[in-house]
């Protein structure tokens, strides 16, 4: 009797060791703390610039719903919004504009393009990816998300965005 309540003491000792060793080992670094570290310091850059145009106000030159398809938003946020094109409940594919005054990177790879839609410097990447350059601020994008919405079904879809009144949106933005 005495040898078994012997043995439950060691095991229950060797357990409170092995969590007071174990728990008070220090955490690995996050792979995350050197560009939260960045990002957070002083005069870092900010991900969205003051001048940003709200979201919500794209959202009168995404193409209107009908003939089969659905519009339906997903993000809205300063800079950006952003919606699926569902046909039958499917998503064909993500349509989107957003503000590239907060990263102007964005909007030089249209500085090369020989490609253009409704007048518009227009950039295809890869095979599921085309976008336009309005008023050398605006990026309006389409991200095929079914193998049957191709480039020409997205070159269709920006044209049917609102480009010209975007580009206004844009004049009046620099006021």
Excluded: H
Aim: with cysteine.
């Amino acid at each position: 009797m005495k040898q078994v309540n012997f043995q439950r003491l060691m095991a229950a000792m060797l357990l409170c060791v092995m969590l007071l060793i174990t728990g008070c080992q220090q955490a690995p670094p996050s792979p995350y703390a050197d560009v939260q570290a960045e990002s957070t310091q002083r005069n870092a850059p900010k991900a969205i610039v003051k001048e940003a145009t709200q979201g919500s106000q794209f959202n009168q030159f995404f193409p209107k719903p009908g003939e089969g398809y659905e519009r339906v938003y997903t993000q809205e946020k300063k800079g950006f919004a952003e919606a699926k094109l569902k046909q039958s409940g499917k998503t064909l594919a993500m349509l989107s504009i957003s503000d590239t005054v907060s990263l102007p990177t964005a909007a030089a790879k249209y500085a090369q393009s020989n490609q253009t839609i409704a007048g518009y410097p227009a950039v295809t990447l890869g095979n599921t990816q085309t976008s336009v350059l309005v008023g050398d601020r605006y990026q309006v994008k389409i991200l095929s998300r079914d193998p049957s919405f191709t480039a020409a079904d997205r070159q269709a879809w920006i044209q049917k965005f609102d480009l010209s009144g975007l580009g206004q949106l844009q004049a009046s933005a620099q006021q």
